[in-house]
Nanobody, 126 residues
């Protein structure tokens, strides 16, 4: 089992920045990839960014590319998401997720991530 706990959400004005963190514990050797997903009110949960833990390769949704940066601290088993130039469209609950090795084509697929955190709210005011 892997436990994930997010932190760092909050309220920010448009154009501002926030940094989310996700602390992983438990059988951390059992996951191969970690990612961030988000769910806005009335919308389905969607992929934001992912990282292959060992290689450090990163993947982003087109909507956040160039504004968000996913990174890891391998020693501390911590995943981060630096979010810059935020807009009201980024308002959502952000979830950290982890999963085992899978096809690269599935890196953005929620069902490939069996472990999830509780989520942290990010609100961007206009």
């Amino acid at each position: 089992q892997v436990q994930l706990e997010e932190s760092g959400g909050g309220l920010v004005q448009a154009g501002g920045s926030l940094r989310l963190s996700c602390a992983a514990s438990g059988q951390t050797s059992s996951y191969y990839k970690m990612g961030w997903f988000r769910q806005a009110p009335g919308k389905e949960r969607e992929f934001v960014a992912a990282l292959r833990w060992r290689e450090g390769h990163t993947y982003y949704a087109d909507s956040v590319k160039g504004r968000f940066t996913i990174s890891r601290d391998r020693g501390g088993n911590t995943l981060s998401l630096q979010m810059d130039n935020l807009s009201p469209d980024d308002t959502a609950v952000y979830y950290c997720a982890a999963g085992p090795r899978s096809a690269l084509s599935a890196i953005r697929t929620m069902s490939m991530y069996p472990y999830w955190g509780q989520g942290t709210q990010v609100t961007v005011s206009s």
